[in-house]
Nanobody, 115 residues
Framework: QVQLVESGGGLVHPGGSLRLSCQTS????????LAWYRQAPGMSRELVAT???????TYVDSVKGRFVISTDSPKNLMHLQMNSLKPEDSAVYYC?????????WGQGTQVTVSS
């Protein structure tokens, strides 16, 4: 069983930045992949960014050049640095971990971009 806890969401003005964090309950190097998803009201959950050990991170086109996914293995943390935020980035952001054939999810953290 893997437990994931997100933090770092909040309210920010357009053009601002936030850094989300995801604390995992197991060693990151044992996880096949880590990802951030987001879900806006009335919309389906969207894959935002993925990080797989030994591979280059991938991003949805709408966040390329603005968001950066990273891990802090000694602390078993994953981060999502979000810059130049736009109102359309507003959503609940979820941390995802894949271990074998199992997907694990955090409880989500709200990000609201508004003036």
């Amino acid at each position: 069983q893997v437990q994931l806890v997100e933090s770092g969401g909040g309210l920010v003005h357009p053009g601002g930045s936030l850094r989300l964090s995801c604390q995992t309950s197991i060693y990151i190097f044992t996880i096949n992949s880590l990802a951030w998803y987001r879900q806006a009201p009335g919309m389906s959950r969207e894959l935002v960014a993925t990080i797989i050990p030994g591979r280059r991170p991938t991003y949805v086109d709408s966040v390329k050049g603005r968001f950066v996914i990273s891990t802090d293995s000694p602390k078993n943390l994953m981060h999502l640095q979000m810059n130049s935020l736009k109102p359309e980035d507003s959503a609940v952001y979820y941390c995802n971990a894949r271990l074998g054939e199992h997907d694990y999810w955090g409880q989500g953290t709200q990000v609201t971009v508004s003036s």
